[in-house]
Structure formats: C-alpha cells, structure tokens
C-alpha cells in the first residue's frame, strides 16, 4: 500500500491506496502501463514478478470517466521502494491483515462515515477498498499459492 503525498487539487491527497496511474502515449499495452506507473511511483520493477491476472475494470464515483484496470502479481519477499514525490509512504500489508471497520475520513464531499478495511494506520476505503476485497478473494481462493 501506498500514502499519497498531501497535494492541492488531489482528491485522493494523503489517502492510502495501491500504485498506479494513467496510460500514456506510447505505451504498448496495459501491462507495460502498471509496470512503468508501479516503477516510476515505487522504483519496484513488477517484470520480474508472476502476473496472477487482471481484476475486472471499474470507475471511481468521483471521476466515473477514468477506468481503473488493476493487475495482480506476485512476488516472494518485501522489496524496499524508493518513493516518487507522488506519495510519501508505504507499507507491505499481509494479505489477513486487514479487518473491516467503519470509519470516519475525509472525503472531498467533506467528512463522513464509510466501509474501511484497516491495518494499522493504513485505511483504504472507496475503489481501493474494492480492489483489495477482490484481491483477498483471489487469495482465499488459492490463486496466490
């Protein structure tokens, strides 16, 4: 998990969330989008890690024309990232790590209450919530063994 840095004009500024961002021109497909966003965010190189599968695409309620299309790959051990300006932290979070839990965040609609999965100060909540709940199903499901 990621923390994004604190940014005007952000709205997801200093909320925990996965790596990622925009395809740009000039790149050959989705894949090589995640990896290069997953390098440039992290310094963490995704090519030497086994893609377990693509997750189903979807759109944030807050921008509903941008579509998020996660991966999900596999690695053996912590890798030890180098932060872009982009984000400010990160942590390794176990697979059962997280426990669900109402919570209270800041949203840009203001403050409000709101499903969260949580492990220790990292909260997602919203699409990154989403993405983790279908990551873990693919967990339990044996897909990550």
Sequence with gaps: M????????????????????????????LLYTARREVLEETGIDLSSMRLVGWLFPRSSSLIPRIRVHPIVVYSIGKREARLSDELS??????????????????????????????????????????IVLDILGIASAGLLD
Aim: proline letters at 6%; glycine letters at 12%.
């Design 2 to 29: 990621v923390r994004r840095a604190e940014r005007r004009g952000d709205p997801w500024s200093g909320n925990w969330a996965l790596p990622g961002g925009f395809w740009r021109v000039g790149d050959s497909d």
């Design 89 to 130: 932290d990160y942590r390794w979070v176990p697979l059962q790590g997280f426990r669900e839990e109402e919570r209270s965040v800041e949203t840009w609609e203001g403050r409000r209450r709101v499903p969260a999965l949580v492990w220790e100060e990292v909260v997602v909540w919203g699409l990154t919530r989403d």
